[in-house]
Every structure is written in structure tokens, then in C-alpha cells.
């Protein structure tokens, strides 16, 4: 089923989306890769308050190129990568979605429960991405370097997304694995 959405995200919208719905996004996304995720907990650990809100947000693990506040190129990177920081950070909202490539994983699936979404975007799609990004709206922690600041991104029908992890607990990643172990099982028990 394709779907559009928009930000910020309430709680009865995201738990109506079911692994392998298509989405589209439009309004804000937060870009935010492996520094930026530790520096949001070193904000959430000591207490204090993001200048920004992941309340209702979509995180985009992306480290974008930016010409003159303008987007060139906004592919995703590995959201692996961010599984240590991930289940922290979504302790500290009720409502959210991820934006990555490749999956996150079993700890970050069980922390979307109730709560989140991971939407899989195509990688190598980068200028695709950047089409549907209409301007920058904020960026935050500059010192951290153009691909590893936050950049606040006002998007149109950003997509396509697809819902590999629902807030249902339904992983397509780990039912893919499953498939293919079973598979190879098979294969050899015929050889």
C-alpha cells in the first residue's frame, strides 16, 4: 500500500503502518549520523534540552551535501552503525520514525515497539532524495562537519520509504534472513 505522511508524526498514524507499506514524507526531516546521535545523548544524559525535538520526528541517517544552503545530494548512509546510540535516544520519545538503509538491529526493533518506525530508503538515490527537499530550515552542530551536522530539511513526498520495521515488532530484514537460512538449510540437506 503507498501512503503519505507528514510531520510531526502522531502516535495512531505510525501505528497504523505495516511492514511493506510505501511511504511518502512530507515536512521535516532531521538528518543525523554516528556523531550526531552521540552528541544528542550527551544532551539527554546530562538532563538538558535538544535544540531540536524528536517528538513526533523522522530521523534521516543521512549525511547530505549542501552547496550554498541548497541540497546537491541527501542519500542514506548505514543505520547500523547508529544501533549503540539508538535504543537511548527512544527512550527518551513517544513517537518516531527512522530513515536509513540496511536495517537496525534486534535491540533498536524491540525500542521502535509501540513507539517508531524504520523506513529502508533506496541507497544511491541521492539526487533522487535531494528532489523532493524543498529548502534547509535549521542546522545545528556545524562543528561537527557537513555530513555530521543535524540539518533540518523541509521535504514534498520524500520517498519512496518502505516500512521494514513496523512499531508492531515485524522486521522484513530478519524475515528475509529467515527465509534465506531456511533456504540454505534446504540446499544442502538435497545436496
Known sequence: MELRIKTPLRKDGVFKLKA?????ITGELITARDEAHERMLEFIRAGENLPFSLEGAVIYHC?????????????????????PSTPEILKSVECIAIVGKGGMNEEVCNALRGK???????????????KAIKRVKAVYW??????????????????????????????????????????????????
Request: a negative charge; one cysteine or more.
Open 116 to 130: 517508531g518506525i524504520y523506513l529502508a530508503y533506496p541507497g544511491g538515490a541521492g539526487a533522487l532524495a535531494a
Open 142 to 191: 556545524e562543528d561537527l562537519g557537513m555530513p555530521e551536522a543535524v540539518w533540518v530539511l523541509e521535504v514534498e513526498n520524500f520517498g519512496p520509504c518502505i516500512v521494514a520495521i513496523d512499531s508492531h515488532g515485524r522486521n522484513l530484514y530478519r524475515e528475509v534472513e529467515t527465509k534465506v537460512e531456511a533456504n540454505y538449510r534446504y540446499l544442502r540437506s538435497t545436496a
Open 20 to 24: 511493506g507499506d510505501v511511504v511518502y
Open 63 to 83: 549525511g547530505p551535501l549542501i552547496k550554498d544552503m541548497r541540497v546537491i545530494s541527501a542519500g542514506p548512509t548505514t543505520s547500523a552503525r547508529m544501533n
